[in-house]
């Protein structure tokens, strides 16, 4: 989806926990997630650290998504 | 460490008045079993039935398959940190009820459960049509918590075993297999120009109903870390687990381990099998990266010179693979990766989720994906209220008529990732 997206011209952030998978896929922009069976969470935080959690994950897409890239690029912060 | 196993082989399993092993029958005392299995409050019903090869039967949805295994010398017992303590196991003489397996069913506790059939084309997909099983139908207390649900079968599943192998105990095993594994340096000395070769058994630890257990110890806790063949032989790892059916190791898998035996089987001939170093396929990246660190560092500090990587389950566990393989090879060790495929139906989509160059030696237990019709067979033991909701099943998976279309991804051991089946694929 990341690529067929991308393939229309609009740039694409892909937010995944197995970046390995994400780099062998193609995904130019990646964005680091947390865990498998919660990617954009942490159940173990409580409600406004995980939102804090949750609200720097999404700043980071958006910063990865309005920087160049002229190749395959891991946003670890 | 040496180990031998003693077959006692069994041709039959019948209900009797006391458990015992008498010309190669098993009898079973079924009240004594569902007593001592009652035992645990957790569970509400239990009940006990025989499934044998080629009767019209289907088992699901099944959870386990453990085989009946005890120590008769040596230190330790059965399934050590789980049903025995914790000692070190491996060593001395165990007597194995070859032919037979305890199998549990009952309601569904994560939706990875799988189809059993002792007849017809489903049966030719799992190596457990083959054996007569004494199955428990374990049904929970209610309002019984999923966890707890998943824990008093298992438990259930490994104390069946133990009692039926009690039976054993006295028995002249008509077959001995001796293993042996000497401590590194000896091996070394022992066999100076054989190359060195281990075994990296990677274990399902997702969490979330996906754990196995090391000497108690859930899997996903552990870092990487050696332990001799021998020691798995007599439970010293467990199935906790509910991937989907056709690449789970069963308890039964671990205990005979086709990878383990084969390398023992070249032992000293053409290789030095120098042990296993057990690794985990845990959900944080930073787990995969260090754990894959671990076994290529520990690969390394062997001085091995080529090991071979089982996986289990698949989808994201398709990096930690790859990450072995990688990072394993880069310490310039040969590699072998037994894996399986997720290619879609008719097989022509990207078989693993993740891949690498190095990974240029790969065999394959077969298509997960592969799609086939199950006839309605006479007795189901357990229940086909889920058969639609299974992964491989799909709405409308169970017909009319009986008969069940779903992808091989539900039959226990399909498409086993030990190489312990008969499926897989040759390149030309």
């Not at chain 1, 897409?61 to 912060?77: G, I, M, P, R, Y």
């Not at chain 2, 569902?34 to 019903?45: A, F, P």
Request: proline residues 4%; aromatic residues 6%.
């Amino acid at each position: 989806m990341v690529k067929e997206i991308e393939r229309t011209g609009i740039p694409v952030v892909h937010i995944c926990t197995v970046v390995p998978i994400s780099l062998t896929v193609g995904a130019n922009r990646i964005v680091p997630a947390i865990a498998i069976p919660h990617p954009l969470g942490n159940p173990n935080l409580d409600g406004n650290e995980e939102k804090a959690l949750r609200r720097k994950l999404v700043e980071r897409a958006l910063k990865a998504l309005s920087t160049e890239v002229d190749e395959q690029t891991v946003f670890e912060n | 460490m040496r180990l031998e196993l003693g077959h006692i082989i069994i041709k039959d399993v019948q209900f009797g008045d006391n458990t015992k092993v008498e010309d190669g029958v098993l009898f079973v005392n079924k009240e004594e079993l569902i007593n001592l299995i009652k035992e645990d409050y957790h569970l509400s019903t239990v009940d006990v039935e025989i499934a044998r090869p080629g009767e019209s039967v289907r088992i699901t949805p099944v959870k386990d398959v453990v085989e009946p295994r005890v120590k008769v010398e040596g230190t330790g017992g059965v399934f050590p940190g789980v049903l025995s303590k914790v000692e070190t196991v491996g060593s001395g003489r165990t007597n194995v009820l070859k032919g037979c397996a305890v199998m549990t069913t009952g309601k569904i506790v994560g939706f990875q459960e799988g189809i059993i059939d002792m007849v017809g084309p489903g049966a030719e997909y799992t190596p457990f049509s083959k054996l007569n099983n004494v199955v428990l139908i374990c049904e929970p207390r209610e309002g019984l918590k999923q966890y707890d649900h998943e824990k008093a079968v298992r438990f259930a599943g490994f104390k069946a075993a133990a009692y039926l192998a009690e039976a054993a105990k006295n028995i002249t095993p008509e077959k001995i297999e001796t293993f042996e594994t000497l401590p590194l340096v000896e091996g070394m000395e022992k066999y100076p120009n054989l190359p060195k070769v281990a075994y990296v058994a990677m274990l399902q630890s997702q969490g979330l109903l996906h754990d196995t257990y090391v000497y108690g110890v859930d899997a996903k806790q552990i870092v990487p870390t050696i332990i001799y063949p021998t020691e798995i032989m007599d439970g010293a790892i467990i199935s906790g687990n509910c991937v989907s059916a056709c690449d789970k190791n069963t308890t039964y898998h671990h205990m005979n381990n086709p990878v383990v035996h084969d390398l023992f089987d070249r032992h000293g001939k053409d290789l030095n099998f120098v042990g296993i170093i057990l690794t985990n396929e845990n959900v944080y990246l930073a787990d995969k990266e260090r754990s894959s660190n671990w076994t290529a560092q520990l690969a390394e500090f062997l001085g091995l010179d080529g090991v071979v990587i089982s996986q289990e389950g698949f989808g994201n566990p398709d990096t930690d693979l790859i990450m072995n393989c990688k990072k394993i090879e880069a310490k310039g060790i040969k590699t072998v990766i037994i894996t399986n495929e997720y290619a879609g139906r008719d097989g022509a989509s990207q078989s693993l989720a993740d891949a690498h160059s190095s990974a240029d030696a790969v065999v394959t237990g077969g298509n997960s994906n592969e799609v086939i019709v199950l006839p309605k067979l006479d007795k189901v033991i357990g229940t086909l209220d889920y058969t639609d909701i299974i992964a491989g099943g799909f709405d409308g998976s169970l017909a009319k008529d009986g008969t069940i279309t779903v992808e091989i991804q539900v039959i226990t051991g399909a498409t086993n990732e030990l190489g312990f089946n008969k499926m897989s694929a040759r390149m030309k």
